[in-house]
């Protein structure tokens, strides 16, 4: 009997000691609903954008509700003055979307971060008015409402309203991302701004400011923010502060309606963002290499599913550097380069036996900048609409630049052009001229906004914050779904790694992954770095079940929250 006991505790210990191991993960579901999801980067984004649901509001009410509270809650990424995508799926099946990124001003020059020696000057890139673009955001929600919106604006606005002058209360994280970007507020600005504090998890800021501009837009509208007294005060700041931006800029801009990127990946449509986002174009070149191949029987981040993932992705990372931009300025061969012969053409001398180095396929030589400094949410309403949004300001807080007038960051947009070619951005991804800098041109992007059909019906909406890889983050977040038969939380808590052609090397999630693994990827070639990527996106997701309910995915990286009913 004691061995028997023995035997058993030994069992106990050794399945307990599985359980807590740094390379497996817990299987958990996340936040379930039977009629209406919302997901982002705030709780208190969610609550407002389902109350408005539960008003009778649709999905694109709740867009522009969670949005403008995102700019409340979350002004790390959230934003009024940022831009973003939006990528929709009606319950009749019609699909769109929606660009609202940032433009270049009118007054913006190709050498314009260039000194007198040609060398590329990256903190007017990035820091101060000269990096801001033209702000979409505004521009972006009132266009989807005006479309396809049900609710007065005035009620949508008025819970986004009464939070600003409530105030939110600061998290952790937030604690811990102001203090670390403190430095570059008190150098970017010339008065002190409100987050310019000492503020601590628990305190509570109020933003009055940017809830007497949100009042304007509830009374006027989009014209509220790019005409009249905002745009004056807006352009004047900018321009007392060494930027370029004007009036007559924010008046002309507008927000673009695209037609998606939709490709198939075994039984699944995905509808992704076009350009000037790369990420439809290279989610699909990615998903569209590896079908071929058995990712179920490889098993889950295995030696082969890594291997097979990680030289789609070089291949993707590659193409994008050399041909995508914005497609009013150039000519994007969209459907070469989804085309099944092109793509295994480029798969053609890969080898399971060792790495295809970098260096053997063309463009270019980077560095690479993790950064999370965007942010997701995911909508789907009791009506069976469904979008999936993302919204950024580029770098964390943007330029660094407050409005104190106005209550909100401007953005650092103009780094996501290519100033001078063969120079890596602040994510380290390279361009070449498609996407160099011209009046009123829109900057390149990596987010991937993304809704999955299955068998005709929506099963997933799914994006992710994370610079450059943000393309990838989506993209292993579909395959846990699809191909290794996870939940939505599941999928989004599982490790994740990236890479994306240069560096040659494999950014992982550290100590989350098997050691044997590791190795074995080692000995053939493969460079990995667990160093520089203690994050890698913060996904949010909402899945649709076989009995019709909905699981959100809310990443436990960040703050990220899903309501639902």
Request: net charge negative; proline share 4%.
């Amino acid at each position: 009997m004691k061995s028997i006991t023995y035997i058993l505790i030994l069992f106990l210990t050794f399945t307990a000691c599985k359980q807590t191991s740094p390379h497996t993960t817990k299987v958990v579901t996340g936040v379930m609903a039977q009629n209406a999801m919302v997901v982002s980067a705030r709780k208190e984004a969610s609550l407002i954008g389902t109350s408005i649901l539960k008003q009778g509001g649709n999905v694109f009410d709740a867009m522009m509700a969670t949005e403008l509270a995102l700019a409340v809650a979350y002004p790390f990424a959230g934003n009024l003055g940022g831009g973003g995508f939006m990528v929709y799926r009606l319950n009749t099946g019609d699909i769109g979307a929606l660009d609202y990124r940032e433009k270049a001003p009118m007054a913006a020059t190709k050498d314009m971060y260039l000194d007198e020696n040609g060398n590329f000057t990256s903190d007017k890139s990035t820091l101060g008015a000269l990096a801001i673009g033209v702000p979409g955001t505004v521009a972006g929600v009132f266009t989807a409402h005006q479309k396809f919106g049900t609710l007065p604006i005035a009620t949508i606005l008025e819970p986004v309203i009464a939070l600003a002058k409530k105030g939110v209360v600061v998290t952790e994280k937030q604690a811990r991302r102001l203090h670390e970007k403190r430095p570059l507020f008190q150098q970017v600005n010339t008065d002190t701004i409100i987050f310019d504090a000492d503020w601590k998890a628990n305190d509570t800021i109020r933003y009055p400011a940017l809830a007497h501009t949100l009042e304007t837009l509830s009374k006027e509208g989009k014209d509220g923010f790019y005409k009249g007294e905002i745009a004056k005060t807006l352009a004047q700041f900018i321009q007392d502060n060494g930027g370029i931006i004007t009036e007559l800029d924010l008046e002309k801009y507008e927000a673009v309606w695209r037609t998606p990127v939709v490709f198939n990946y075994d039984d699944l449509k995905i509808i992704s963002m076009s350009p000037p986002s790369s990420g439809g174009i290279c989610l699909g070149q990615i998903m569209k290499m590896i079908e071929p191949y058995d990712l179920t029987a490889f098993g889950h981040n295995s030696t082969k599913s890594i291997q097979i993932i990680t030289e789609a992705e070089r291949r993707a990372y590659a193409d994008r550097s050399y041909y995508l931009g914005d497609p009013d300025f150039v000519d994007i061969p969209s459907e070469e380069l989804l085309s099944d012969s092109y793509l295994k053409n480029r798969m053609a001398n890969v080898s399971f036996e060792k790495a295809t180095p970098s260096s053997s396929l063309s463009h270019g030589n980077v560095e690479l900048v993790e950064s999370n400094e965007t942010t997701h949410y995911s909508i789907v309403d009791q009506f069976g609409n469904a979008i999936a949004v993302t919204t950024t300001l580029n770098g964390a807080y943007g330029s660094k630049l407050y409005c104190s007038e106005l209550g909100f960051f401007l953005n650092n947009e103009m780094d996501d052009f290519s100033s001078k070619p063969g120079e890596p951005n602040m994510f380290g991804l390279i361009g070449a001229e498609a996407n160099s800098i011209a009046p009123q041109k829109r900057m390149l992007s990596s987010m991937t906004p993304t809704i999955v059909e299955k068998n005709g019906e929506f099963y997933m909406s799914v994006g992710t914050p994370g610079g450059s890889t943000i393309i990838t983050c989506v993209l292993q977040t579909i395959l846990n779904v699809h191909d290794y038969k996870m939940g939505m939380q599941e999928a989004v808590n599982a490790p994740r790694f990236h890479h994306q052609w240069l560096p040659d090397e494999i950014l992982m999630e550290p100590y989350k992954f098997d050691r044997k693994t590791i190795s074995e990827l080692e000995q053939k070639g493969y460079l990995i770095n667990e160093k520089d990527a203690p994050v890698i996106g913060r996904v949010d997701g909402i899945l649709k079940l076989k009995n019709g309910t909905y699981e959100a995915g809310a990443d436990f990286r960040g703050d990220d929250t899903a309501i639902g009913f």
